[in-house]
């Protein structure tokens, strides 16, 4: 089982930028994947973001040209850099993994076996 720890959460004004990181406890090898995911109140978790051990990389039509996801494998880190923040991207946001395994739709829930606890992004107008 692999420990994700977010961080980076805050809050921003639209139009704002942040970035959000992932540490990762276990080295990961093989073929995995790993994605960004967010949850406002009242709705469902929703995929943002996700990256593979191929490097493609899958996003939300919601966050196109204003996220972008990356990962520094040296670190052990998965990161999220936003910008152009819009107050509908307020929500707790995860990092998820699935290692050994890989993603065919990279941003459903049900792909991803391991979760951390989240980091809170608010984007005030």
């Known amino acids: 089982q692999v420990q994700l720890k977010e961080s980076g959460g805050g809050s921003v004004q639209a139009g704002g930028s942040l970035r959000l990181s992932c540490a990762v406890s276990?080295?990961?090898?093989?073929?995995?994947?790993m994605g960004w995911f967010r949850q406002a109140p009242g709705k469902e978790r929703e995929g943002v973001a996700g990256i593979d051990s191929d490097g493609t990389t899958r996003y939300a039509d919601s966050v196109k040209g204003r996220f972008t996801i990356s990962q520094d494998n040296a670190k052990n880190t998965l990161s999220l850099q936003m910008n152009s923040l819009k107050p509908e991207d307020t929500a707790m946001y995860y990092c998820a993994a699935v290692s050994p395994g890989w993603c065919r739709w990279y941003l459903l829930p049900y792909e991803y076996n391991d979760w951390g606890q989240g980091t809170q992004v608010t984007v005030s107008s």
């Open positions: 276990d080295d990961i090898y093989g073929d995995y994947c």
